[in-house]
């Protein structure tokens, strides 16, 4: 029997949750980086990473490298969560800054985190709230055009289009179904 870890880093929980309903589907170990050994992985076939999403940043892909070096015939996969919609051109990006040398071949896929004011850091919920007063200011109607420009994109998702900007809700947040999960 093949033996299997997922190995996650969430700040406010909802990678946390994706690697637990994940590792519980699987019937693998659940392990937080913060707390794990990367040297002691050796013995795993597969390991999957379930990271949340900073600035385009992957959190935890320092453990997973670490880890891939000492487990060198391991499967390895990555899950990313963040709060923006999924979308083709975002896990591109996600995939080409994040996923170099040794990552480079690696499975992504992305799940839609939370997005909940109240439980963000005051750093993360100024930031955030300033990306959404620019988006607001760029999206009101221009005088001369009488019409309304957005340079946030609209993807489709499982569930139709999406506008970026509608993701501000924090009110019951539900995790992706299945079919919402994308692969790049």
């Not at 996650?8 to 170990?29: H, I, N, Q, T």
């Not at 390895?76 to 051109?89: C, F, H, I, K, N």
């Not at 489709?156 to 999406?162: F, I, L, N, Q, Y």
Request: aromatic share 8%; charged share 25%.
């Amino acid at each position: 029997m093949s033996k299997g870890i997922v190995v996650y880093r969430s700040k406010y929980g909802a990678a946390e949750s994706y690697a637990g309903w994940l590792a519980e589907a699987v019937g693998f170990d659940l392990a937080d980086v913060k707390k794990a050994n990367p040297r002691t992985l050796s013995g795993c076939d597969t390991i999957v990473h379930c990271g949340a999403v900073y600035a385009t940043g992957i959190s935890g892909l320092r453990f997973l490298r670490t880890a891939l070096e000492h487990a060198r015939d391991a499967r390895a996969a990555t899950l990313a969560v963040g709060a923006s919609p999924p979308s083709d051109e975002g896990c591109d990006a996600l995939r080409e800054r994040n996923l170099t040398g040794p990552l480079a071949e690696l499975p992504l896929f992305y799940a839609r985190g939370t997005w909940d004011l109240s439980r963000m850091s005051f750093i993360d919920r100024t930031l955030c709230r300033t990306c959404c007063a620019r988006w607001r200011r760029r999206i009101r109607p221009t005088a001369s055009r009488g019409r309304t420009r957005s340079p946030v994109p609209v993807t489709k998702t499982a569930t139709g289009p999406t506008p970026m900007r509608s993701f501000r809700s924090s009110t019951g947040w539900k995790p992706a179904k299945p079919e919402q999960i994308r692969q790049s």
